[in-house]
T-cell receptor, first 115, second 112 residues
Framework: KNQVEQSPQSLIILEGKNCTLQCNYTVSPFSNLRWYKQDTGRGPVSLTIMTFSENTKSNGRYTATLDADTKQSSLHITASQLSDSASYICVVSGGSNFGNEKLTFGTGTRLTIIP | DGGITQSPKYLFRKEGQNVTLSCEQNLNHDAMYWYRQDPGQGLRLIYYSQIVNDFQKGDIAEGYSVSREKKESFPLTVTSAQKNPTAFYLC???????????FGPGTRLTVT
């Protein structure tokens, strides 16, 4: 069964500090891995998409890494800001190259930044 | 929210009533999706449509119905057959396979 597990479930850090969120997956065949940011009561917004051949990708203060061999990804947030408070969702795309793309969603890490 | 609108933001219904959630996109995307989000769970796919006049069931289609008469619109009807309809519903669209999905702002449905 395809699964995406994220850790920790929740995290509280001080403004200005760095943090790293983890994502482990068992999705096969693998197509790409995505990180989304979801503010409370809003739709998710894409941060990064990485394919099998990419092992790191940045979007401003967000840097995602991918180790396709160990099926692990991380999202590193640098110099956190209050606006980073949100849920971060790891999504893995799998399935064949024909027909519908199958996305498996993690349950998210709830990040709270305190001043 | 990337050119996708959902309405209304909040919706309240009595048990036994059907209700339709709106989703419109102006991104010229071919594929559109409906997801359901419940606390502590990942998003689950209800229905998806890759072209006009065609749609496919997702993982939890029972109690839901959709239509795709126009490229821009993909409304979702929550029927009285859906046993636990209270949830946050998200619509998404994508340009093509392996491209990012753009999500709408969501509709929170409460059924009492």
């Amino acid at each position: 069964k395809n699964q995406v597990e994220q850790s920790p479930q929740s995290l509280i850090i001080l403004e200005g500090k760095n943090c790293t969120l983890q994502c482990n997956y068992t999705v096969s065949p693998f197509s790409n891995l995505r990180w989304y940011k979801q503010d409370t009561g809003r739709g998710p917004v894409s941060l990064t998409i990485m394919t099998f051949s990419e092992n790191t990708k940045s979007n401003g203060r967000y840097t995602a890494t991918l180790d396709a061999d160990t099926k692990q990804s991380s999202l590193h947030i640098t110099a956190s800001q209050l606006s980073d408070s949100a849920s971060y969702i790891c999504v893995v795309s799998g399935g064949s190259n024909f027909g519908n793309e199958k996305l498996t969603f993690g349950t998210g890490t709830r990040l709270t930044i305190i001043p | 929210d990337g050119g996708i609108t959902q309405s209304p933001k909040y919706l309240f219904r009595k048990e036994g009533q059907n209700v339709t959630l709106s989703c419109e996109q102006n991104l010229n995307h071919d594929a559109m999706y409906w997801y359901r989000q419940d606390p502590g769970q990942g998003l689950r796919l209800i229905y998806y449509s890759q072209i006009v006049n065609d749609f496919q069931k997702g993982d939890i289609a029972e109690g839901y119905s959709v239509s795709r008469e126009k490229k821009e619109s993909f409304p979702l009807t929550v029927t009285s057959a859906q046993k636990n309809p209270t949830a946050f519903y998200l619509c998404a669209s994508t340009k093509a396979r392996n491209y990012e999905q753009y999500f709408g702002p969501g509709t929170r449905l409460t059924v009492t």
